[in-house]
């Protein structure tokens, strides 16, 4: 987890990272669709808060939270410049301690899919406390079967049916975007966008 820290404070600091392409299309067109109605929402992993800006732009009181202090630096200039409101935070995804819920809509893109397996185990029984009865999660995420190499890695793409098996318990899930049939000739295989929400005959909780 150190190693991985270094590299996005020293990435977000010195570099335009390759996910900073600005507000994620599956995004806007659930907002502008009308799916989602302004309320509390956190980012997770919200990198320099290119979403959650829009979502702040469209009436969400909005939190956005990541474990690179250099990225958060950058969203609160952005929020700043633009004249909107957003609160910021430095926290760890896997343990959150400085986010208090209920959130109304919960926001991954590309989070999740970047931790090891025990460390989404983690991440699980932290982010699901936050939401409640209604609460709605989009989860972007690589997705493909991943190959033999892929499986030596501390960390890598979501593996097909892996999303439903940590959230089903939780949520009603819709894939609302995504790769048909992964091309595993390329590097980046694949991704799936899900849509979810949180039902209200579940346990109570993550364990």
Not at 149 to 165: C, D, H, I, Q, S
């Amino acid at each position: 987890m150190a190693g991985m820290r270094w590299f996005y404070e020293v990435g977000y600091r010195y570099f335009r990272m390759p996910w900073e392409i600005g507000v994620r299309r599956e995004l806007v067109a659930l907002v502008e669709e009308g799916r989602m109605r302004a309320g509390r929402a956190l980012d997770l992993g919200c990198g320099t808060g290119d979403n959650a800006l829009f979502l702040a732009r469209h009436g969400f009181d909005v939190t956005g939270v990541d474990f690179a202090a250099s990225a958060i630096a950058k969203a609160r200039r952005k929020a700043s410049d633009a004249g909107l409101t957003a609160q910021f935070v430095e926290d760890d995804l896997t343990a959150l301690r400085r986010v208090r819920g209920p959130f109304d809509f919960l926001l991954d893109y590309g989070a999740l899919d970047d931790l090891g397996l025990a460390d989404r185990d983690r991440y699980v029984r932290s982010v699901v406390p936050l939401t409640r009865p209604g609460s709605q999660f989009l989860l972007w995420c690589f997705e493909w079967p991943p190959r033999w190499w892929e499986r030596l890695l501390p960390a890598g793409t979501m593996a097909p049916g892996e999303v439903r098996r940590r959230f089903e318990p939780y949520f009603e899930i819709e894939r609302v975007a995504g790769t048909e049939t992964p091309n595993l000739r390329e590097y980046i295989a694949g991704y799936a966008a899900y849509l979810m929400t949180r039902r209200a005959d579940d346990a109570g909780g993550a364990n």
